[in-house]
Every structure is written in structure tokens, then in C-alpha cells.
């Protein structure tokens, strides 16, 4: 059940934490439309990081329940956490850019470059329509991690000290709480 999860909020953190590639081409994908114009799936190619020993399931049940759930066919390329840096710099240097990937540090110069030079959408004009996405993640966020005007991936926040220690401080109470009663 947790790995499960832990899948799921990986897609899904891609889905919102990604920079899309690609700069006047058009994505890998079909985009949804095929000549008869009906609708077809779009093919997602996605790299993203794993923590544990070894990387998720490939076409696994909670994969194919996403692609159903989006009209999506998803190839994603697990990397280990401990070679993402590299494989990331390899993949820009490549040219051959999924069409999402998490940027694991949008102040790295070679990312930056990168992004000046057309390698990712600036997802400026679409955050908007996902209200849930702007909302979630604050105006300086934003402003910290552009470049030059355009957001070329979508912030990371992490919760401030004094959050997390009021969030640890909730916990410890719980645990006691649920001491007393057990």
C-alpha cells in the first residue's frame, strides 16, 4: 500500500513539479488527436528519482490506473536518486528530453542555460488554469525561480523551520495522546 502511494505521489508530484521539453517542436505525443478526429492516448515520456533499493514497477497496476484515469500512455525512466544529477546533466546535454522531468535544482547553472536557450516551455501562461497548483505555491517561490521573467519548471516549496517544528511539535502531542489511550 505504501509503495502504491508512493508511485502515485511520484507521477503526480511529476505531473505538477516537472518542466515540460521541447522548445517549437511539438511533444513526442499525438496530442490527443488522431487524423479521424477522435480522441487517442498521448504518450508521456517522464523521468523522475526513486529511494528505494529498487525502482518501481514498470506498467504496474497504479501506472496503467493513471494512464486510464488521463487517456495517457506513460513511459517513465526510474533513476536512482543517487545518479539522477548525472543522468539529468547527461539528458540535457542529449538533447533527448523526456517530456516531463523533475529539475532537482532550478538555480543549476546547466539547467538555467538550458532554459535560456529553449530546452523547456515557460508554464507561466498555463498556471492559472490550475488553481490548485497556484494556490499551493507562493508568489516569491515563483519569482525565486524564474528565469528572466518565465518559469521553466514549477517551485518545490518546502515548509519554513518554525512549520515544520510546529508540525513536529503536533505530532509528538499525538503520539502521547495515543500512548495514554493504548
Given at each position: 500500500m505504501l509503495k502504491k502511494f508512493l508511485v502515485l505521489m511520484s507521477v503526480l508530484l511529476l505531473s505538477i513539479l516537472a518542466a515540460c521539453s521541447g522548445s517549437d517542436e511539438e511533444s513526442s505525443g499525438n496530442n490527443g488527436n488522431s487524423e479521424e478526429g477522435?480522441?487517442?492516448?498521448?504518450?508521456?515520456?517522464?523521468?523522475?528519482?526513486?529511494?528505494?533499493?529498487?525502482?518501481?514497477e514498470q506498467?504496474?497496476?497504479?501506472?496503467?490506473?493513471?494512464?486510464?484515469?488521463?487517456?495517457?500512455?506513460?513511459?517513465?525512466?526510474?533513476?536512482s536518486a543517487n545518479n539522477y544529477g548525472e543522468k539529468f546533466n547527461v539528458m540535457l546535454a542529449s538533447g533527448d528530453l523526456p517530456d516531463l522531468m523533475l529539475v532537482p535544482d532550478p538555480f543549476d547553472p546547466v539547467f538555467r542555460q538550458a532554459a535560456q536557450q529553449g530546452a523547456f516551455w515557460d508554464v507561466s501562461p498555463y498556471i492559472d488554469d490550475y488553481p490548485n497548483i497556484k494556490e499551493g505555491i507562493s508568489d516569491i517561490a515563483w519569482e525565486l525561480t524564474s528565469i528572466d521573467g518565465a518559469n521553466y519548471s514549477i517551485p518545490r516549496p518546502?515548509?519554513?523551520?518554525?512549520?515544520?517544528?510546529?508540525?513536529?511539535?503536533?505530532?509528538?502531542?499525538?503520539?502521547?495522546y495515543f500512548k495514554t489511550i493504548f
Open positions: 477522435g480522441s487517442d492516448t498521448t504518450e508521456v515520456r517522464i523521468m523522475s528519482h526513486f529511494f528505494s533499493p529498487t525502482p518501481p506498467e504496474g497496476e497504479l501506472e496503467q490506473a493513471i494512464e486510464e484515469g488521463t487517456n495517457t500512455d506513460l513511459t517513465i525512466e526510474w533513476v518546502r515548509p519554513h523551520s518554525r512549520q515544520a517544528k510546529k508540525k513536529q511539535k503536533n505530532l509528538h502531542k499525538l503520539i502521547c
